[in-house]
T-cell receptor, first 112, second 108 residues
Framework: DADVTQTPRNRITKTGKRIMLECSQT?????MYWYRQDPGLGLRLIYY???????NKGEISDGYSVSRQAQAKFSLSLESAIPNQTALYFC???????????FGPGTRLTVT | QKEVEQDPGPLSVPEGAIVSLNCTYS??????FMWYRQYSRKGPELLMY????GNKEDGRFTAQVDKSSKYISLFIRDSQPSDSATYLC????????FGKGTRLHILP
């Protein structure tokens, strides 16, 4: 089984809808991250969490929120989706060192 | 000036050639320097990392860091079609800053 799983893998939604992307990990890591990847813009950090009670904004947090339900679970929500949130979303985990991150398979989100 | 600059390519080379991938950066405080590889429709995976300056070799891959020039490189020897992927450089302080990635095609 994969160490980092993401659901759903693909999602098409309409402008204004609320959507949640979920991430689970079996690595036993405390640190979890959400990134989005866009062509020409690379990977950009949305939110990160160093433990269950810690949530931090990343480079592009506007329009997003997160919840760390447990050490192994970290979800990303778009409260009111807009077309420019169409992107590939990745969840990642790491140990305390932080530089070796393990990525999930990604969620391809399309907002129409 | 962006923190990390990486040529997006695409870079196409024949099988067996030596590949050189590069990044420049602006923040002299970075300590860990990484290369991630991302295959199509997959998440990135860590290929190699280097702490501070110097070289590190792993099989056909060599990572170099020149902190005086703020320049890092990844060399791939005897390139194979299976090396075709996007390569992202990354640097770390309290969190990782990724380059935009270079798309590499190895032509059989």
């Amino acid at each position: 089984d994969a160490d980092v799983t993401q659901t759903p893998r693909n999602r098409i939604t309409k402008t204004g809808k609320r959507i949640m992307l979920e991430c689970s990990q079996t690595k036993g890591h405390d640190r979890m991250y959400w990134y989005r990847q866009d062509p020409g813009l690379g990977l950009r950090l949305i939110y990160y969490s160093f433990d269950v009670k810690d949530i931090n904004k990343g480079e592009i947090s506007d329009g997003y929120s997160v919840s760390r339900q447990a050490q192994a679970k970290f979800s990303l929500s778009l409260e009111s989706a807009i077309p420019n949130q169409t992107a590939l979303y990745f969840c990642a985990t790491s140990d305390f060192k932080g530089f070796e991150q393990y990525f999930g398979p990604g969620t391809r989100l399309t907002v129409t | 000036q962006k923190e990390v600059e990486q040529d997006p390519g695409p870079l196409s080379v024949p099988e067996g050639a030596i590949v050189s991938l590069n990044c420049t950066y602006s923040n002299s405080a970075f300590q860990y320097f990484m290369w991630y590889r991302q295959y199509s429709r997959k998440g990135p995976e860590l290929l190699m990392y280097t702490y501070s300056s110097g070289n590190k070799e792993d099989g056909r891959f060599t990572a170099q860091v020149d902190k005086s020039s703020k320049y890092i490189s990844l060399f791939i020897r005897d390139s194979q079609p299976s090396d075709s992927a996007t390569y992202l450089c990354a640097m770390s302080l309290d969190k990782i800053i990724f380059g935009k990635g270079t798309r590499l095609h190895i032509l059989p």
